[in-house]
């Protein structure tokens, strides 16, 4: 068995194109190929925590990945990342350990900017400026890997704590970013055509006349019961509105909200996999409004995982 | 983060009485001192195999636990264990990982012949003769284990493979059993105050009329829906019956099976945690059939991965 530390990995990584690898394991997902039971799911009272096992195979690969993922709020305080985590890979023939990423959640944040990315691509128009919600590391991620799809560099942060929205605007100034910073929800969504959501929110930050016609929402804050960022209506509002899995979007995530809410059924939801296999066309018309509620699905795990593996055995040759 | 090996694992288990930390596991479970969600689970079908997640943590402990283990029958044809997996443990209040105990199964093989102890100890009558099916792992260490709490050497083996049946009787001959080999279910029922039954069958092996007064059956074999070892009317017919996980025997297991049937509720069955705190008496007469139904929980696994690794941290000291 190897195991790969978070150095190897970054290394590897700079070799990869994970897009189309991505996208295959989406589409994987809702064509049937792949096996992804619920998530496992673990939390924590005090200090508060949560713990997501991600798990499954592509039916005829060479590996099944378990792939665990922390996020305990108050590891800051400690000069500890909330975020922890590692994946592990095994023969799925014999079920002997292959190896472990012990990528410290790494390949979890790379994966859901990715998804991010695939969804912004597709049903985002043209875009003109990017909203954010959040100042943390998705918050980041999530523009950086825009910049492989968009000339836009324009963004307007919005954050509860104006210290870090400050880092924020630096940091992303560093990579190439003009960024403003947002009075409210509300603000920002009066100026972007592209919203990307990233908290930990617990209460909605965004009501339906909030939205213009034309936007596009990544909602991917939202991925544990209880968390939630887009208000009532938005997702009964939107022309299109896409998940990542069904399945998890009923239980976790904005649909889920809207579906208690009584919003909406599943029945006008369209999963990732089958706009990207073109079974379903996607964005329309200029000015629909769109929806992609991303939860994180073991498919992403499952893909990102094998392929930083396999490049590390072609590379040991 | 701490790796250990087979090797060390095997060597720091010398040193340790796992029993009373096993008890205390099932203790807690029973009384809400623990959190356990569902076991995950990954089947394959070419080859055939299965993966149980099971995790959780003891609420105030210091590390939450993930357990891997796999079972790939087919396996032992190019003379790979069919049983496989690992232990992992991260710090409860921050995330971080702490150890991965590469323990290839054994700790759950362990964890599962004390559990088989402490029911055999708390459920049998005085021990006249073990009746065993199965001739794998699991059909060995349930009666070694057995010889720190009964002087009964007695064994009556019933296996699907004579060959694998001589082989039993010669290595447990090894380590102290005179076996005998049984025609038939049955017959070893007819023989033996103390059932264990440890076979993968997914149809059940012994019927209502085989069991006499006075029995004691632990049944551990089944632990995936879809698997039986017991007939109809065993688990009704019996005066008292233990699982070592009410909500996972709703699923899997003899009781599962039992529920669907239509022959029991959950009504008259005993949680062992509850027996073991003291709060329900267990057997109570000489004559009563009391039948163990054992899925193996998550707790126990705690408990165990937990105790090896504090004392790998107490011999580093």
């Given at each position: ?5 978070k150095?190897?990995?970054?290394n590897?990584?700079k ?12 589409i994987?997902?809702s ?19 949560d713990?997501?096992?991600k798990?499954?195979?592509i039916?005829?690969?060479s ?8 996020g ?17 890979l ?6 002997q ?5 012990m990528?410290?959640?790494l390949?979890?944040d790379?994966r ?10 597709r ?13 943390g590391?998705?918050a ?12 836009c560099?324009q ?15 630096d ?9 403003a910073?947002g009075?409210?929800?509300k603000?920002?969504?009066s ?8 908290t ?7 009501t339906?006349?909030d939205i ?10 939202s ?13 009964e509002?939107a ?8 399945a ?15 919003d909406t059924?599943?029945?006008h ?9 073109g079974?379903?066309?996607g964005?329309?018309?200029?000015s629909?409004?769109?929806v ?10 499952i893909?990102?995982a ?7 055995l072609e590379?040991?040759k």
């Amino acid at each position: 068995m190897y195991i790969l530390n978070k150095e190897r990995i970054i290394n590897i990584l700079k070799g990869l194109d994970l897009v189309p690898i991505i996208e295959k394991g989406f589409i994987s997902y809702s064509n049937g190929g792949s096996i992804v039971p619920p998530i496992g799911e673990l939390t924590f009272d005090d200090p508060p925590g949560d713990v997501h096992i991600k798990y499954g195979y592509i039916i005829g690969d060479s590996y099944y990945v378990i792939k665990i993922a922390s996020g305990f709020w108050e590891n800051e305080k400690y000069g500890i990342p909330n975020g922890q985590g590692m994946m592990l890979l095994f023969d799925q023939r014999t079920g002997q350990p292959e190896a472990i990423l012990m990528d410290d959640a790494l390949l979890t944040d790379i994966r859901t900017a990715i998804a991010g990315q695939i969804c912004a691509q597709r049903f985002a128009n043209d875009i003109e400026r990017i909203g954010v919600f959040g100042t943390g590391l998705q918050a980041r991620l999530q523009v950086e890997y825009l910049a492989a799809i968009t000339n836009c560099r324009q963004v307007i942060i919005w954050g509860r704590n104006e210290n870090k929205m400050n880092l924020y605007k630096d940091d992303m100034h560093k990579v190439g970013f003009e960024v403003a910073l947002g009075n409210s929800p509300k603000e920002v969504a009066s100026k972007c055509n592209l919203i990307i959501t990233t908290t930990a929110s617990k209460e909605y930050l965004l009501t339906e006349d909030d939205i213009l016609q034309g936007t596009h929402i990544t909602a991917m804050g939202s991925d544990t019961p209880g968390k939630r960022e887009l208000g009532p209506g938005i997702i009964e509002k939107a022309d299109l509105v896409v998940a990542d899995s069904i399945a998890q979007c009923k239980e976790r995530g904005e649909i889920a909200c809207a579906i208690k809410d009584g919003d909406t059924s599943l029945d006008h939801i369209v999963e990732l996999g089958h706009v990207l296999s073109g079974e379903h066309p996607g964005r329309e018309h200029h000015s629909q409004i769109t929806v992609a509620d991303l939860t994180g699905v073991a498919v992403q795990d499952i893909q990102i995982a094998s392929e930083v593996y396999n490049n590390y055995l072609e590379r040991k040759k």
